[in-house]
Structures are given as structure tokens and as C-alpha cells.
């Protein structure tokens, strides 16, 4: 104690005698003292609502002031008396009449602990026995230094942890301990991703009709609404990600963006991670100015942030503050500058409260210090001359011992002692119209789009013409058979090794899927059935211009059926291809991983499809099987060949004839059943149900857990590294 003491004297003569809460608290020129017409007045603890059969809160502005007034929670006399500074709100238009009625929901967590097995070096809590609660039309924000568990304590609450965290403690949800059904509740993560080729407007209403039961005309509405209760009125008709020479909308749209994609459920509860993440000064007050707009109408916010600049500060009802897991306190934001004054860190006049807070907690300035004291002689640095150890366990021990402590007790307590309206989901769209919902979508989205097929038709047609030309010319003499085989083969293997251009699109694909179905906006069955509907017009496109352009260049055989089938037969390869990109890259889950294992592979398949080597001919252990019979270039190739030879004759010398079969048998080993290029074609097709079969899989075990191959190489080295 003697240590901690002299180190709290220290840090307390570096300050101004003028930032003591004696000379503070009067004067009426800070950003935390807030005026009576402010956007809302802060909810002191004995302002709490009593649960009744039917809790309604009623926010309205009031003509010809600023002023919102909450029915259900006045402000309480001893704020009142602090808060007549000279913050000023966002004006309002004079006149403005709001009224909503919403009913409210209060969450509590009570002794909330989280384990994760090696996230740390030194513990395995990453969460500690962490108390708190959030009120209906309040702000509650969790705040604290990096990797101070903040975004795990808001998964936490929010009931979306990683299956590898466990979670030892209790959640209250209007007095009731059970979990937010769908719909209940909206969560925004920290990176979210959006789709760059639509509107504002048609990404929220694709994102209401996968969410929402009930008619395509009763979801306009309430994209309206979003759009409204965001502010995103001058950007509904803009494309997210701007179009050829146009700009994208900025990122703190963006985030605004994110964040009303969750409120079209129109939840109760909104947990946001880092909502400032990214953003300027002028947008994060903008976007936090929004926010305390929404939390108006009655929604409860919660939600985790890093730092915040003074005006952004004042704008919060309670604050949340933890380090390495501790909490060091909960409570209104005007009482945690008091609870830094009373462990003997008062706030200097000319800090802004969350740096000075981030300053007292964070153990990264230990460093800063460290390279500093050799400058003591020449600069000035007793402002950073603290020990942040000490600090924290000042701050950590005068919160337990606190009336702010034995206040949140008292607040859970009641809280929790009579359950307020029963929690009831709001249903979802059936699979049916989401299916519907995300082929349509898609399709929209790859006709845009210039990467998804667009890029892939010209690569594909240029490279058709190059074939085409070089082994234009061919005959249909038996030394030109040969040389067709080997353009056959150019042609599918150098297509299908093109397709990887589409690896990036493909990302996005998994990435957004990967932001829904967190949200249960979406499902494994859905996305592929959805990605499949979707990208078969394009692949049929792109099969049917390229057969013809090589088909004719070529000289192939004059016959609708056989075209037809070379046509059939490069589609199913095409599909198949799509396939293999989609297992590999939901494996890697990164775009540089993808394109090399995906280039490897082929280049496996094409030395195993026959061509190189006769397959009869290959190695047995290894090249013949599996790898022949896996890859798929054996089997479009093999019924590309039957299709032209099979019920050919070649002459030799003027008596003698061979059969197409006999002429191919040293060039590639083809089959002499006349249905063998059909069952050629089924493997193919089995191929492509076989490789979804498998995205599904890797869909529902794999990207639905956040788990990438990267992620888990990283977790097998880390821990090693601990060892």
C-alpha cells in the first residue's frame, strides 16, 4: 500500500492543481457537463425501470427545444445539479414532433468470467468476474485498452462466443436469464462485409428480405426506416463501392451502412464492436451523434470502442472500463472521472477524459517511459511518469471498496428480481425465398461486376482463339489425329486453369456469406444453392461462345447432337471447376493460398489426365490411382474424343480401314462402348454434386466457426512459441 500511495502522490503533484474535482465540478466550460436541453440527460441508478406486465418507453421532443424526455426515466436531482455545462446537442428542426413508443429491455451480467485456452501467455481469463448492466434508451459502451477483453465481453453478453471460449457467470435479459432469440437482438461486427455493386438501398432491402417473414411490400418500410434512423437519406441510390471512375461511399457510411443492415429486425438490444473503427474525428462524432439519435426511440446500445475524442466522450450514459480483463469500473461517465479522482489520478484540464483514462490503464506507455527517462534531463515528461501496474491495481482495488461497485450491485439486484415481457422471436424468411433471394441477388451482383464472369468470357474467348488458330486447318486424315487430341486437351486445361481468375470473386462470395450467416441471416444449403442457380446462366454463356469459336476453328465434325454434347460436356467441366474453387477457397479462406494450391492442382491433374502419358500407361501407385480417377480433365477429355471418333474409319492405303477407337489407341485411351461418353458425362455431374456436398461441410464446420488453415497454422505456432 505504501508503494501504491506514493506512487498515486506522484502521479497527483504531475497534475494541475486546477483538474482537482473541487475546481472542476463548478465551473461550467469542460465537455463533460452537460446542459438540461443536451440530446439526453444521463440515467442515474435510482432512475431505473420497475418491470410491469407492459414497459413501454416513450421518447418525444418537445417544441421549441432540444430536449428528449424519456417517460420512464427522468434525471435524477444530484446529475441535474452537474450537468449545466456548455456541451450543446445536434439542433433539432423546430417544431419536431417524435413519438414512438418501444418496449424496453434491459440486460444484465452478473460475475461474467471467460476462458480461452492459450490466448494469453500468462492466464487463460480473458474476462474476470466483470458486472454491469444496460437500460433501455442508454448508451453503455465497454472501454479499455487493446486486448483488454472488450469485444469478448460483448460476445459474451451477446451469447456469440467462439465454441473454443467457455463461459462461467449469468445474462439477464429483462430480468429473465435465458438467451436473445433471432430478432431479439442485432450485433455489428468490427469488420463487416458489405456488397460494393449494390445501392444503400437494395443491399438493406436484399438484407430484409433474407431476414424478415411476411411481404415484399411491408419490407420497404422498414428499410425506409433504417435508412432514415442512420441518416443515409443522401446516399440510398449510391453504390457502396462506387462504379468505374465514381467513388465508394466513405467509411463511416460504410459503418452506418453495416450498422442499419442490423436494424431492419428492429431489435431491442444492438451490440456494435469498435463503431468508430477506422474513422476520422468528424465521423466518429457523426456516427456517435446517430447513435444516441437511435438509442432515443429506446433501443439499448451496447457497444465496445478504444478511444474517443472529447465531444464523443460526453455523448455516453455509462461506461464500462476493463484492463487485461479486470474490470476497474461501471458506472455513469461523470462518476468514473470522479472515481480516477478519488484513487488520486485526477483528470489534467487539458486531457481529454478517454486518454487520460487509456493513459492510467495501458501498460504499452511502460515502454514509452522507459525510452523517456533518458531525456529527463533536457524534457518535461512527468505527465507519463506513472507505473501503470500501480495504477490499475488502485484503481481496481478503490473500485471494490467503492459506492459505485455496491451501487451496480444493488442496481442487478433489482433488476433481476422480477422478470420483465418474455422474449419472443420475430421469425424468419423461409429457405425457399432466401434461396430466391440470394440467387436473384447474386445474379444482379455478377452482372455488374466485371470480375466475376465478364473478365473470365474475354479471358476465355482469347484463349479460344489462340487455340483455334493454331491448330485451325487439321483435316480429318489419320495424321490429324494426333494433333487434334492434343488441342482437345490444350483446350480444357487451359480453361479450367483460366477459371482461377474468379478465386477473388469467390472470396467475397465466403466472406459475405461468412458476415450472414453469423447474423442467422443466411445457411450453408442457401449460399450454395444460391451461388449455383446464380452462376449458371454465366457458365452456360461462357461454354456455349467458347465451344462454338474452337469447335468450328478446330474443324470437328459437322453434327448438331455432337456439338451440342462438346458444349454439354465443357459446361459440366466448368461446374466442376467452380466446385474445386469453391473447396479450396473456403479452406484457405485467403486469395494468395487459393491461386497457388489451385495452380498446383491443375498442373497435378493435367499430368494425370492422360495425355502426357497413356493412363494405362502411368504409374500405379500414385498417378493412376487416385490421382487419374480424380481428376476431372480425365473424363472430359476421354468423352470429348469419343463423341468426335467413336463410329469413325480412317482409310489406310487404298484396301485397308481403321476404326476411330484403333486410330486413338496410341494417342489416348478412349473407351469402344458407344455410351461410354455418357457415363463420362455422369461422372462429371457426380463431380459436381460430390464437390458441393463437400463445400457444404466445409461451410458448416469450417467458415461458420471463423476457422481458415491460415488461423489454425497460426494457433499451432503460438502455442509452441508458449511452450
Excluded at 90 to 114: F, N, Q, Y
Excluded at 342 to 352: D, H, K, L, Y
Excluded at 658 to 680: C, H, M, P, V
Aim: aromatic residues 12%; contains cysteine.
Amino acid at each position: 500500500m505504501e508503494e501504491i500511495q506514493s506512487q498515486s502522490d506522484n502521479y497527483r503533484s504531475s497534475s494541475s492543481s486546477a483538474s482537482s474535482p473541487a475546481s472542476r465540478v463548478p465551473s461550467s466550460n469542460f465537455f463533460y457537463l452537460r446542459k438540461p436541453g443536451s440530446l439526453r440527460q444521463p440515467i442515474s441508478f435510482e432512475d431505473s425501470p420497475e418491470w410491469g406486465e407492459d414497459t413501454d418507453v416513450d421518447a418525444r421532443v418537445e417544441e421549441g427545444g432540444d430536449a428528449i424526455n424519456i417517460a420512464i426515466t427522468p434525471a435524477s436531482p444530484s446529475l441535474l445539479k452537474l450537468n449545466s455545462g456548455s456541451l450543446p446537442s445536434p439542433p433539432l428542426p423546430e417544431g419536431a414532433v417524435v413519438a414512438r413508443k418501444i418496449a424496453g429491455a434491459s440486460v444484465v451480467w452478473k460475475d461474467l468470467t471467460v476462458t480461452i485456452k492459450g490466448k494469453r501467455k500468462y492466464s487463460e481469463k480473458v474476462v474476470k468476474s466483470s458486472n454491469g448492466y444496460a437500460l433501455p434508451g442508454t448508451m453503455t459502451v465497454i472501454m479499455g485498452p487493446g486486448k483488454s477483453g472488450k469485444s469478448t465481453l460483448l460476445r459474451a453478453i451477446a451469447g456469440r462466443l467462439h465454441h473454443s471460449a467457455k463461459m462461467f457467470g449469468e445474462v439477464f435479459v429483462n430480468g429473465a436469464k435465458s438467451h436473445m432469440p433471432y430478432g431479439y437482438y442485432g450485433y455489428v461486427e468490427r469488420e463487416t462485409s458489405l456488397i460494393g455493386s449494390l445501392t444503400v438501398r437494395e443491399f438493406l432491402y436484399y438484407s430484409a428480405l433474407l431476414q424478415l417473414p411476411g411481404f415484399f411490400c411491408q419490407k420497404k418500410s422498414v428499410v425506409e426506416d433504417a435508412i432514415h434512423a442512420m441518416s443515409l437519406g443522401d446516399y440510398a441510390n449510391k453504390l457502396i463501392g462506387g462504379h468505374c471512375y465514381m467513388k465508394g461511399l466513405p467509411r463511416g457510411e460504410r459503418r452506418r451502412v453495416s450498422i442499419a443492415r442490423e436494424l431492419v429486425m428492429r431489435p431491442h438490444v444492438l451490440f456494435i464492436d469498435e463503431p468508430l473503427y477506422h474513422l476520422d474525428s468528424v465521423s466518429a462524432l457523426l456516427m456517435m451523434v446517430t447513435l444516441k439519435k437511435l438509442a432515443s426511440t429506446g433501443c439499448t446500445l451496447i457497444f465496445t470502442i478504444y478511444q474517443s475524442s472529447t465531444e464523443v466522450f460526453g455523448l455516453f450514459d455509462r461506461i464500462c472500463l476493463l484492463s487485461n480483463g479486470n474490470t476497474l469500473f461501471f458506472g455513469e461517465t461523470l462518476a468514473c472521472l470522479q472515481h480516477f479522482s478519488n484513487a488520486g489520478f485526477p483528470c489534467p484540464i487539458m486531457q481529454s477524459p478517454s486518454d487520460h483514462f487509456l493513459r492510467a490503464i495501458n501498460t504499452d506507455f511502460d515502454r514509452i517511459i522507459a525510452m523517456c527517462k533518458n531525456w529527463q534531463d533536457d524534457h518535461d515528461f512527468s505527465a507519463v511518469n506513472m507505473d501503470t501496474a500501480v495504477a490499475i491495481r488502485t484503481l481496481e482495488a478503490t473500485y471494490k471498496t467503492s459506492a459505485d461497485a455496491t451501487a451496480v450491485e444493488t442496481m442487478i439486484l433489482r433488476l433481476t428480481e422480477k422478470e420483465g415481457p418474455l422474449l419472443k422471436s420475430k421469425g424468419k424468411a423461409s429457405c425457399a425465398t432466401r434461396i430466391a433471394v440470394l440467387t436473384w441477388r447474386s445474379l444482379l451482383i455478377m452482372s455488374r461486376e466485371w470480375k466475376y464472369y465478364w473478365l473470365r468470357l474475354i479471358l476465355y474467348m482469347l484463349l479460344t482463339l489462340c487455340v483455334g488458330t493454331v491448330f485451325s486447318g487439321l483435316g480429318h486424315s489419320l495424321s490429324s489425329v494426333v494433333t487434334r487430341v492434343a488441342a482437345v486437351f490444350v483446350f480444357i486445361s487451359f480453361t479450367s486453369l483460366l477459371s482461377i481468375a474468379g478465386v477473388p470473386a469467390l472470396m467475397k462470395e465466403i466472406k459475405i456469406y461468412a458476415s450472414e450467416d453469423l447474423n442467422q441471416h443466411s445457411g450453408p444449403l442457401v449460399f450454395l444453392l444460391g451461388q449455383l442457380l446464380s452462376s449458371i446462366p454465366f457458365l452456360f454463356l461462357i461454354s456455349i461462345s467458347s465451344s462454338l469459336v474452337f469447335y468450328f476453328l478446330i474443324g470437328l465434325r459437322d453434327d448438331f447432337s455432337l456439338l451440342m454434347y462438346f458444349v454439354l460436356n465443357f459446361f459440366l467441366c466448368l461446374l466442376v471447376n467452380e466446385g474445386l474453387m469453391l473447396v479450396v477457397v473456403s479452406l484457405w479462406q485467403n486469395v494468395f493460398w487459393s491461386i497457388l494450391t489451385l495452380v498446383s492442382i491443375h498442373v497435378v491433374m493435367m499430368l494425370a489426365a492422360g495425355y502426357f502419358r497413356i493412363r494405362n500407361a502411368l504409374p500405379g501407385p500414385m498417378w493412376t490411382y487416385p490421382l487419374s480417377y480424380i481428376a476431372f480433365h480425365t473424363y472430359s477429355i476421354q468423352g470429348l474424343l469419343e463423341n468426335e471418333y467413336l463410329g469413325t474409319s480412317f482409310a489406310v492405303g487404298q484396301v485397308r480401314t481403321i476404326t476411330g477407337f484403333q486410330a486413338l489407341r496410341s494417342a489416348y485411351n478412349i473407351s469402344s462402348d458407344n455410351n461410354s461418353k455418357w457415363e463420362n458425362v455422369l461422372v462429371l455431374f457426380l463431380m459436381v454434386v460430390g464437390y458441393r456436398i463437400v463445400v457444404f461441410f466445409l461451410l458448416y464446420f469450417h467458415v461458420g466457426k471463423n476457422k481458415s488453415i491460415l488461423k489454425i497454422f497460426q494457433c499451432n505456432r503460438d502455442k509452441k512459441s508458449t511452450r
